[in-house]
């Protein structure tokens, strides 16, 4: 995926995830004249059949933006491990696994300030209004702009992402267990 940093979206393609809304701020950062980054989104569709190269295409962007599809799992590791940060401003998701595996590889987020996403992010990312493409958009602007920042927000993504391991949840999992027994 060389070339240009780009920013990552990983999750399929569905109204919930608010690619409509992450596709306009992307926008409105080329039309302020950030043209440093690429969008790149991979996974597959999902309900409501989202078309996002058609999107790209009547906001103008879309020779930033690239559709990768469903990728193997290597592929994605290494989307995770080359991305600038991680866009997830989703409307819901009940934990967000991909904010957790680009924090693993010290990829700062900018997610949702609402359900599970703050918790998963921790101090890994940045928090924003998911109805507000603004707040998306200066979210964007701020990691961009600001390497100190997102430096710090790398350092921090690992630490929170190391808060978190099938382990540890088996332990606590089977702590709760024996502490009902």
């Known amino acids: 995926m060389g070339g240009r940093p780009y920013i990552l979206f990983v999750g399929t393609m569905e109204p919930r995830k608010n690619l409509t809304r992450a596709l306009r701020a992307f926008a409105a950062i080329i039309r302020q004249g950030v043209t440093s980054h690429r969008f790149c989104l991979a996974g597959g569709s999902g309900w409501g059949r989202q078309d996002i190269a058609s999107l790209a295409r009547d906001l103008g962007i879309e020779d930033y933006v690239q559709v990768l599809g469903r990728v193997t799992d290597e592929r994605l590791q290494s989307c995770y ?65 600001d390497r100190r920042l997102h430096r710090h927000k790398s350092e921090q993504a690992r630490l929170q992402a190391s808060q978190f391991s099938w382990q540890r949840c088996a332990d606590q999992t089977l702590a709760v267990i024996e502490s009902l027994g």
């Open 81 to 145: 491990a080359h991305a600038d940060m991680l866009l997830m401003p989703s409307l819901y998701e009940g934990f967000g696994l991909p904010l957790l595996e680009a924090m693993r590889h010290g990829v700062p987020v900018i997610t949702s300030n609402v359900a599970s996403m703050p918790e998963v992010a921790g101090e890994g990312g940045l928090l924003v209004d998911p109805h507000s493409e603004q707040a998306i958009a200066a979210a964007l602007l701020l990691l961009i702009r």
